[in-house]
C-alpha cells in the first residue's frame, strides 16, 4: 500500500519531499500561509493553493485510514476477515471501495434475503447461482417446510431469488461497475410537482427539464435539489434500464437453463430494488458534493476579491445609511475608525427638512474636517447620493458602498460589544463609513454568508463552506499584513498562530500596557508562546516601530541577516530600506546557508524595497450615470457604468444603481468566448455595460460588455427569454433520452466452465 505522501505526490505532481515537508510542518501546527511565505526552502515554494490542497488530501487520506481499521476491526469480531479480504480492505483507495468490500458482512436491519436465509434456503440460492443444469423443481421441494414457512416450491424459489438478488446488489465489482455507469450515463429529469406552477415560477426552467449528469452544471444541479425540496419539482437521476441489467447479465448469467432463468429474474429485481435505488442515492450525494465544490469554490473567490477591494485608507469620513420616511442616519468617524458624532437627517421628506440636512451635513464636515462620504447603497441611496452632491462640498469625495451585510453586523454581538449605547442604525452606518476606510477590516467581523456575493450558498454544505471561507479570509488578513495597534480583535484573530482567544488577550493587554513598540514584545501577553509568536509575528505591523523591520513582512527570524546585509554595505537597516541604489548591491548568494535559500532572500528583498507593501489596487472613487436610479429610468441601448458585485459560472452581476443589479450573461460579457467569468471581471471591478433587456415587474435586468453590444429595440419592457443549457441529446415525445443500450455478447458456451468459477469466487 502507498504511503500517504507517494499517494498526494502523484495526484499533485510534486516531490515527495516537498510532500513530506509540508505535512510535518502541518503536523508541528503551522498554518498554510506561514508555511507559503515563510517556509519556502522546505516546501520548494509551494503556494498556499498547493499548501492546502495537501492539507485538505492528508486528512482525508487518514480519515480513510481510520475507516479502514473500523472495518478490519468489525470483520475480525464477526469471523469474516480472511486473508484475501484484508487484502482487498487494505488495498482500497476510496470510502465507496471500502463500504462495498463491508457491505455484504455489515449488520443489517432484516430483509427479504435474511429473512429467506433464516427459512434455510441459502444452499438452495447458491445452488441456483452456479447455473448447473439440475432438476430445479425437485431441489426446491426439498427445502419445502411449513414449519419454517416454506410451503410450496414457488415459496421457496421466491426465497433464494431474494437471496440472489441480495448478493448481487451487495457485490462489490457489481457495485463499482454500477457506480461508473451511473456517472457516465444518467440523466437529471425534474419536471413540475401538479398544480405547484405558479407557485414554482422562478423553476420554470425545471419544469420539463432533462440533461446527462455528467454535463450538468453546478448551478443547475443546485437549482434543481432546491426546487425539489420546496416540493416544486420531482427529480431523478437514472440511466437507461435495460443497459444497466445488460451490464449485470454479462457478470452473473452465465448459462441458458432453467437455473439462470431464476438468476435472470432476482438479478432484475435486484436491481430495479436494491441497486438502483442505492446507486441514485449515492450518485445524488456524488452530484452534490461536487456542486458543492464549484459553488463553495466561485463563493471563496468572489469572497477574496470583495475582502481584497482597494481601501480608501485613513480619512475623516462621513457614513451615510440612508432612508426616505425614517431618515437618514448620519455618523462622522475619525481616521482610525472611531465614532466621533451621529445624528439623522430627513432629506426625502420635505422642503423644511431638507434645509435641515443641508445645514447639518455642512456644519459636520467643517466641524469633523470630512475628507470623504460613504453613502449605502439601499434603499434611497441613489437619491442621498444626489442631495449630498448638490451640496457641492469641497475637497469632499463622494462614494456609494455596497452595505450587504451591514445590517447583520449591526444586529451582532460584535456590534453590540463596540457600541453597546447606539442602536443598529448607528452601528450600520459606522459599518458603511469603515467598509470604505478598509473593507478587509470590516467585513472580517461579518460571517462571509452574508456579504452578498456567491451563488447558492445557503444550499451547500455550511460546514465545508465555513471550512473555505475561513480559509479564504485568513489568507486575505496575511497576505495585507495587520497593524498591530489598532487592529480589533476580529481581524487578529485571522492572523496566522493567533484565534479568537490570543487576539483578545492582545487587545486587552494593548488597553492596559499601551501600543506595542516592536513585535518582540508580543511575547508578554499572556498565553502567548514561542510557537503562536513564530506563526504570527511576520504578519503584524507596527507603524513608527523601534525597530525598522518591524514594519515589514520580514520576518524577526531573519533580521540578523537584514543587519548583515547591511553591515556589509557599512550602512544602517533604516538606510537600506531607504536607499534603492544600495539594495541593488546586494549580493544574495553570499547570504545562502543550509536554512537560508534564495527564495527567502528575493522575499527579504522585495520587503526592503517596499515594506509592509499593500496588496491590494489603489482606491478609485466612482460615481453612477446621474437620473438613472430607478430601474424603470433604463432604456434598451444605455451605456452604463457599474461595479460587478458577483461572479457566478453563469455571468457576473452588475450594480447600475438601480437597486437592483443586472447580469451579464458568459455570452454578453466579452467579444469572444468566455469558460469562466474570472477571467474576465473581478468583483469590485469598474465596467461600462450595456442595457440590453428590462423586465420591471421581474425586476431582471440583462446586460452586455461586449464592444458592439447589440440590443434588439423590440425587447424594450418585454419578459426576457428563458436562458436554457443546451441539451446534449434528443428527446422522444415522452421527453425520455433516446439512448440505444449496447446489447454485448453473452459469452459462448465454451467459457460456461470459466465463468462459472468466477462466479463461486464471487460469492465464497
Not at 28 to 55: Q, W
Not at 102 to 121: D, F, M, N
Not at 621 to 632: L, P, Q
Request: proline content about 4%.
Amino acid at each position: 500500500m502507498l504511503t500517504h505522501h507517494k499517494i498526494i505526490a502523484a495526484e499533485l505532481k510534486v516531490a515527495e519531499k516537498q510532500i513530506t515537508a509540508t505535512i510535518n510542518l502541518l503536523d508541528e501546527g503551522a498554518s498554510v500561509p506561514f508555511i507559503s511565505r515563510y517556509r519556502k526552502e522546505a516546501t520548494g515554494s509551494l503556494d498556499e493553493v498547493e499548501v492546502a490542497a495537501i492539507r485538505d488530501r492528508v486528512l482525508q487520506l487518514r480519515d480513510l485510514d481510520k475507516r479502514r481499521e473500523a472495518i478490519l476491526k468489525s470483520m475480525t469480531e464477526l469471523g469474516k476477515l480472511t486473508p484475501e479480504l484484508e487484502e482487498q480492505i487494505n488495498q482500497a483507495e476510496t470510502i465507496s471501495l471500502l463500504e462495498d468490500i463491508y457491505l455484504p458482512y455489515k449488520p443489517k436491519r432484516k430483509t427479504r434475503a435474511s429473512v429467506a436465509k433464516e427459512k434455510g434456503l441459502e444452499p438452495l440460492a447458491l445452488q441456483i447461482l452456479e447455473q448447473r443444469n439440475f432438476d430445479l423443481a425437485a431441489e426446491a421441494n426439498k427445502f419445502v417446510d411449513p414449519e419454517k414457512a416454506v410451503n410450496s416450491v414457488d415459496e421457496a424459489l421466491a426465497g433464494a431469488r431474494d437471496i440472489i438478488a441480495e448478493m448481487i446488489a451487495e457485490n462489490a465489482e457489481a457495485r463499482n461497475k454500477m457506480r461508473t455507469y451511473f456517472q457516465e450515463k444518467a440523466v437529471f429529469k425534474s419536471e413540475v410537482i401538479k398544480g405547484k406552477e405558479e407557485e414554482g415560477i422562478k423553476y420554470k426552467d425545471y419544469f420539463e427539464w432533462s440533461e446527462p449528469v455528467k454535463t450538468a452544471a453546478s448551478h443547475r444541479v443546485l437549482a434543481m435539489r432546491r426546487g425539489e425540496k420546496e416540493l416544486i419539482l420531482r427529480l431523478d437521476a437514472l440511466p437507461p434500464v435495460e443497459e444497466a441489467i445488460s451490464i449485470l447479465e454479462n457478470q452473473f448469467i452465465a448459462g441458458n437453463n432453467s437455473a439462470s432463468k431464476q438468476v435472470q429474474q432476482a438479478l432484475e429485481d435486484g436491481y430495479k430494488r436494491l441497486l438502483e435505488p442505492a446507486m441514485e442515492t449515492e450518485l445524488r450525494v456524488f452530484t452534490k458534493q461536487k456542486a458543492d465544490e464549484e459553488a463553495i469554490r466561485v463563493f471563496a473567490e468572489n469572497a477574496r476579491q470583495l475582502l481584497l477591494a482597494a481601501p480608501m485608507g485613513q480619512k475623516n469620513v462621513m457614513a451615510i445609511d440612508p432612508g426616505f420616511r425614517t431618515g437618514c442616519k448620519v455618523v462622522c468617524l475619525d481616521k482610525q475608525g472611531q465614532l466621533l458624532e451621529n445624528t439623522a437627517i430627513y432629506p426625502h421628506t420635505g422642503q423644511g427638512n431638507v434645509k435641515n440636512a443641508e445645514f447639518t451635513i455642512r456644519q459636520l464636515c467643517e466641524k469633523h474636517n470630512i475628507e470623504a462620504i460613504a453613502i449605502g447603497n439601499g434603499t434611497a441611496g441613489r437619491e442621498t447620493e444626489a442631495f449630498v452632491r448638490t451640496l457641492n462640498l469641497p475637497n469632499i469625495t463622494i462614494v456609494m458602498v455596497n452595505e450587504s451585510g451591514a445590517s447583520i453586523y449591526s444586529a451582532s454581538e460584535v456590534a453590540r460589544e463596540e457600541f453597546p449605547t447606539h442602536d443598529i442604525t448607528v452601528r450600520g452606518a459606522v459599518s458603511i463609513g469603515r467598509r470604505l476606510m478598509d473593507p478587509l477590516a470590516e467585513l472580517v467581523k461579518i460571517d462571509p454568508k452574508s456579504i452578498g456575493v456567491g451563488q447558492y450558498q445557503h444550499d451547500v454544505d455550511q460546514n465545508k463552506l465555513q471550512a473555505s471561507l475561513d480559509d479564504t479570509v485568513i489568507s486575505a488578513v496575511n497576505a495585507v499584513g495587520v497593524e498591530l495597534n489598532t487592529a480589533s480583535k476580529q481581524i487578529l484573530a485571522y492572523v496566522s498562530g493567533l484565534g479568537p482567544t490570543l487576539a483578545k488577550n492582545i487587545v486587552d493587554y494593548r488597553n492596559t500596557h499601551g501600543a506595542f513598540k516592536n513585535r518582540e514584545s508580543l511575547k508578554k501577553v499572556p498565553r502567548l508562546g514561542d510557537k503562536a509568536y513564530e506563526q504570527a509575528a511576520g504578519f503584524l505591523r507596527i507603524r513608527n516601530a523601534e525597530n525598522v523591520l518591524d514594519t515589514s513582512g520580514v520576518h524577526p527570524e531573519r533580521y540578523a541577516v537584514v543587519d548583515q546585509m547591511a553591515k556589509d554595505l557599512g550602512t544602517t537597516v533604516s538606510a537600506l530600506m531607504k536607499d534603492t541604489q544600495l539594495q541593488k548591491q546586494i549580493k544574495l548568494q553570499q547570504y545562502v546557508t543550509t536554512e537560508i535559500g534564495l527564495p527567502t532572500l528575493t522575499d527579504i528583498l522585495k520587503e526592503l524595497a517596499k515594506p509592509g507593501r499593500d496588496p491590494r489596487e489603489q482606491f478609485e472613487a466612482f460615481n453612477f450615470t446621474d437620473g438613472v436610479n430607478e430601474i424603470s429610468d433604463l432604456r434598451i441601448g444605455m451605456k452604463l457604468p457599474g461595479i460587478v458585485t458577483n461572479i457566478t459560472n453563469f455571468g457576473a452581476f452588475v450594480d447600475i444603481g438601480v437597486h437592483q443589479d443586472g447580469l451579464v450573461h458568459t455570452s454578453q460579457l466579452a467579444n469572444r468566448f468566455v469558460a469562466n467569468p474570472n477571467d474576465v471581471v473581478k468583483v469590485h471591478q469598474k465596467v461600462e455595460v450595456t442595457v440590453m433587456e428590462v423586465d420591471v415587474a421581474r425586476k431582471r435586468i440583462s446586460l452586455s460588455m461586449k464592444t458592439e453590444a447589440n440590443p434588439k429595440s423590440e425587447a424594450r419592457n418585454r419578459e426576457p427569454k428563458e436562458q436554457k443549457p443546451k441539451q446534449n441529446f434528443k428527446s422522444n415525445n415522452n421527453n425520455k433520452p433516446n439512448f440505444k443500450p449496447r446489447n454485448e455478447p453473452k459469452d459462448a458456451d465454451g467459457d460456461l466452465q470459466e465463468k462459472l468459477a468466477k462466479l463461486k469466487g464471487m460469492f465464497k
